[in-house]
């Protein structure tokens, strides 16, 4: 099957073969998944399929690709593979399409003390985008690696799906798209719909995050970002994830530490003052402003 793609792929014009490639899909589980995520005819896929009829794949993918109109082709055809800013906002932010309010939780999953955030977030925003605006809100500096999954698929950005094809990576063996493509409207439609989310593939910190309600805007009303309740202090960034950070929790209720603990926790920004149930609302809504102006600027 993998040699028939190839023949495939190596029929497609340049520029539908450049999309392919940014998209990560390189094989045809991959392709019937981008189909069935963007409304492909799925019989009509499968009979071109079924009878390596590659002028038939062709025509049902073409003016889907080729649209200029189209957010994944602004992307394909602007982002490149430039020299790589994990604190660079995405090419793609915001999907024209009419917002409602999405009501989010999102938590980060076994930690030793609860953090978790409740958020409003306009439904048109991108993945990639909310990965900032979920970093924004816990407290995560951005700094690495991060992922969307849900029970059939992953969601990555340009680097990551680069860097994958270059080792190669993950591709077989789960379907993997663009994060920087899709509206995040298109995961949370009903109460308790969740998508989860990998940040630092190192220490794994894995979230969960579920609609808790949905709600139209005003005609008069301007979408906005907006965080309303939460507890629980963003743990050190390069700790060890969860486990580390439990080991760092457990040396500071220490009542005699030694000159290594005082040390260690000196070291990830820990002091007697330190409070792991404390979230400080009020700075993480001033952070989200200023991400949504950059948005907006």
Not at 256 to 262: A, I, L, S, W
């Amino acid at each position: 099957m993998e040699d028939e793609f190839y023949h495939f792929y190596l029929c497609l014009p340049e520029n539908l073969q450049k999309t392919l490639d940014k998209l990560g899909i390189n094989n045809f589980d991959d392709l019937f998944g981008y189909a069935v995520l963007r409304g492909v005819d799925l019989v009509k896929l499968e009979k071109f399929i079924d009878s390596n009829n590659e002028e038939g794949i062709i025509s049902v993918f073409e003016d889907l690709l080729n649209d200029k109109d189209n957010s994944l082709m602004n992307h394909t055809l602007s982002s490149g593979y430039e020299e790589y800013d994990p604190l660079r906002l995405p090419v793609n932010c915001i999907i024209s399409e009419k917002p409602q309010e999405l009501h989010l939780r999102v938590k980060l999953n076994d930690a030793p003390t609860p953090v978790w955030r409740e958020i409003l977030v306009p439904s048109n925003v991108t993945l990639e985008f909310f990965a900032f605006v979920i970093n924004c809100v816990m407290g995560w500096e951005g700094i690495h690696m991060h992922k969307f999954k849900t029970n059939d698929a992953q969601y990555k950005n340009t680097e990551c799906l680069r860097m994958d094809r270059e080792m190669n990576f993950g591709f077989g063996r789960i379907l993997t798209m663009d994060s920087n493509v899709f509206p995040i409207s298109n995961f949370f439609t009903e109460k308790k719909d969740k998508i989860y989310y990998e940040y630092d593939f190192g220490d794994s910190w894995e979230h969960v995050i579920w609609l808790k309600g949905i709600r139209e805007y005003a005609p008069d009303e301007v979408p906005t970002l907006k965080v309303i309740k939460g507890k629980g202090q963003c743990p050190p960034e390069d700790c060890g994830g969860v486990g580390g950070y439990a080991e760092l929790l457990y040396i500071l209720a220490k009542k005699r530490k030694t000159r290594d603990d005082k040390d260690r926790l000196e070291w990830y920004g820990i002091d007697k003052w330190w409070d792991a149930e404390f979230f400080d609302i009020e700075y993480a809504q001033e952070e989200l402003n200023l991400l949504w102006e950059e948005v907006l600027s």
